[in-house]
């Protein structure tokens, strides 16, 4: 936060010393944005950061001198009192640069004081966030984005019930229907819902076909064979004769009823939002209220907060080439495309859509969605193709694509025994890698078992991809990322082409609390903490901050055997507090009596008598360091020692026990 004065702010603080004593005071950081004001009081010790009393924060003098919290409450206190700002959001900064606590509250023009979740970053108290920050958290609105979500799957829930009672449509031809009549809407003035009236023999249905055959003519989809595939999978609209048989109940037909609901209540969304994949969306929900997992029709969708971090993960540019093989309803691809056009003049936007987004899929029906996804944003839909990756070589695709940039969220689950083994997620990804440009830029969401490596093939196919590829860092991710299909995903980010160097230290960052949350009847929702964890996330994949903490982020070597997950590597750097001291010991004593009560006080040995200490002295005062076990300890593997041929010694015999730190046992051991 930078510093910032103004002549009010400097007047009301000539009196707002933290001695409480009328002489002047001055906060650590202040800022001005927008109305608020922000001030910030910083403390070293991370057990100075609040002093509460009888649960509420203390204004005494030992309190606003020698805590954050309650120095930048004091000074809040004074703005409000003697300036015209009557809205400040004060933080107090507790700890060192890598181990620190950022807590703020609001005050407002009656003192009231609102108490905030902890937050890592400024990113929510920028100009353009801090508005709707204080409206959320402060005010308790609900954000315009969560009404609009709860309204469009409100609708999808709708819609759902009406193809399902009017139409008797299967759970893969709900979006196809809604497909089709989307691109017909895409007609315009050349199109009207007045003219489905029923007739038996020029039929809804046909007319919807008509106009869908004319549109994709009308968006160039090349080749003819293409588009022929396209229409394959749309021709039920006119063939299932209940959907175009007047319904009694509607006094229409059920094509014509959709298609006034669709108009009406989803299009608007669909074409004008171009960075949401709605038809995605919408195929998701369908399957949810059916009662599926989304797996079963191989479908596990990639929600938006996922697909526009890739773009941000792989540093997409505008003169990128995209490559989705696993495109699905070409969420990756929308999202691409939607932000190399955001930053491109208008030669490069149209080269984008023509050349520079290229995407693979095998199912028919999501095959045409996805061109759907694409035609109603206009354009871009040219180079889909409907296959399978496999079936394309590598060299081939490399060649044809030139592309710099790919983005996968490949089949899960596929492998179930030797003759699948080539499905695998982790052959998936090794086949992109090299699918693309030697330098490329890979993101891959995958299960977090594949980057585990759960059998040989996966150990191999890994060591495969080391030899001829980089692995820039993984990202474990929240385990409701992929709501109700009960899978725990992690991002994986490659340099393709690039053999991955011994010396080469990986990020593996756990971002778990990823600010989403699952709310009733909404599913997986953005919160408040989203931007600020997004923004923190950011700066250390890209080395603005290379002193996280371990528990969020880890560099280190790797190797093709390990876990390529931050829970492998993970160890805890935090400093010790003094009652994490006093805990630790009070579990031992209670642990060392309970086994001396059960007959085992073998187990410790002959007790030295202590004699009396001083009072020891702080923790704090004490200095830490990291330190290798192999630097200090002798470390090799032992013969097996059998408990029947154990002799009690002095020596502890560390197993796989849960208590004691695994000493199950004293032995005796000649070491040679």
């Known amino acids: 936060m930078q510093s910032s004065r103004n002549v009010e702010l400097d007047n009301a603080l000539r009196t707002a010393s933290k001695a409480h004593n009328g002489k002047r005071g001055y906060p650590d950081h202040i800022a001005l944005v927008e109305d608020f004001v922000l001030v910030m009081e910083d403390k070293s010790d991370r057990l100075k950061l609040v002093l509460r009393d009888g649960g509420e924060l203390s204004r005494t003098v030992d309190a606003t001198q020698n805590y954050a919290l309650n120095g930048a409450l004091h000074y809040a206190l004074k703005i409000i009192d003697g300036t015209r700002y009557k809205k400040v959001f004060a933080f107090g900064n507790a700890g060192d640069r890598k181990h620190h606590i950022i807590q703020p509250i609001f005050i407002d023009a009656d003192k009231n004081i609102t108490e905030l979740p902890p937050v890592d970053t400024f990113k929510n108290f ?174 596990v969708l990639t929600p938006r907060h996922i697909t526009e971090l890739f773009c941000e993960l792989v540093d997409l540019k505008p003169d990128d080439t995209v490559f989705d093989p696993c495109c699905g309803t070409g969420s990756f691809l929308i999202a691409a495309m939607s932000r190399m056009l955001a930053d491109a003049d208008e030669l490069q936007r149209k080269l984008i859509k023509q050349r520079q987004i290229h995407g693979i899929e095998a199912r028919e029906d999501m095959f045409s969605i996805a061109t759907t996804n694409m035609i109603l944003r206009g354009d871009g839909q ?17 060649a044809e694509l030139c592309a710099t940039v790919g983005m996968m969220n490949p089949p899960y689950s596929q492998a179930k025994n030797a003759a699948t083994a080539h499905l695998s997620e982790l052959r998936f990804v090794n086949h992109l890698l090299n699918s693309v440009v030697k330098g490329g830029r890979v993101s891959v969401i995958v299960p977090v078992s594949a980057m585990i490596g759960k059998n040989r093939d996966d150990k191999r196919v890994k060591g495969d991809i080391l030899r001829a590829h980089t692995l820039e860092g993984v990202i474990s991710l929240n385990k409701n990322t992929f709501y109700r299909i009960g899978v725990v995903p992690c991002i994986a980010v490659f340099t393709a082409g690039e053999p991955h160097p011994d010396s080469k230290r990986v990020k593996f960052i756990n971002f778990e609390d990823d600010g989403f949350e699952v709310k009733k009847h909404v599913g997986l929702v953005e919160t408040e903490r989203a931007k600020d964890k997004k923004s923190y996330l950011l700066d250390c994949w890209r080395g603005k901050i290379t002193d996280a903490p371990s528990k969020f982020m880890v560099e280190t070597t790797i190797e093709p055997a390990d876990e390529w997950v931050h829970s492998f590597y993970y160890y805890n750097d935090e400093l010790p507090a003094a009652e994490d001291f006093s805990d630790s010991v009070a579990d031992y004593l209670t642990f060392e009596f309970n086994m001396i009560a059960h007959g085992r006080e073998y187990l410790f040995g002959r007790k030295k008598k202590i004699p009396p200490l001083t009072e020891p002295p702080p923790l704090a005062d004490k200095t830490w360091r990291e330190f290798l076990f192999e630097d200090i300890f002798i470390i090799r593997r032992g013969e097996p020692l059998y408990k029947q041929y154990m002799q009690r010694g002095n020596i502890p015999y560390v197993s796989a026990s849960s208590v004691n730190n695994g000493v199950s046992e004293q032995v005796f051991i000649k070491i040679e």
Not at 140 to 167: S, T
Not at 382 to 398: R, V
Request: glycine share 6%; proline share 3%; charged share 30%.
């Open 382 to 398: 040219s180079n889909l193709i409907c296959g399978d990756f496999f079936a394309h070589e590598a060299d081939t695709l490399q």
């Open 126 to 299: 920028t100009a353009e966030n801090i508005d709707a920050y204080y409206r959320r958290m402060v005010l308790k609105e609900i954000p315009p984005e969560e009404l609009e979500l709860k309204k469009i799957l409100r609708r999808a829930e709708l819609l759902h019930e009406h193809l399902r009672n009017y139409g008797q449509l299967g759970e893969d031809e709900k979006p196809l229907v809604v497909s089709a009549i989307l691109l017909a809407l895409a007609e315009g003035k050349n199109f009207s819902v007045d003219r489905l009236t029923g007739d038996t023999f020029d039929t809804d249905g046909a007319k919807l076909f008509d106009k869908v055959k004319v549109h994709l003519s009308r968006a160039n989809v090349r080749p003819e064979v293409k588009k022929e595939r396209v229409l394959s999978q749309f021709r039920l609209i006119k063939d299932r004769p209940i959907l175009n048989a007047v319904n009694r109940t509607l006094g229409k037909t059920p094509l014509k009823f959709f298609t006034e609901f669709i108009a009406d209540k989803i299009y608007d969304a669909v074409v004008n939002n171009s960075a949401e994949d709605y038809l995605g969306r919408f195929y998701g929900e369908f399957i949810s209220y059916s009662g599926g997992d989304g797996q079963s029709l191989g479908v």
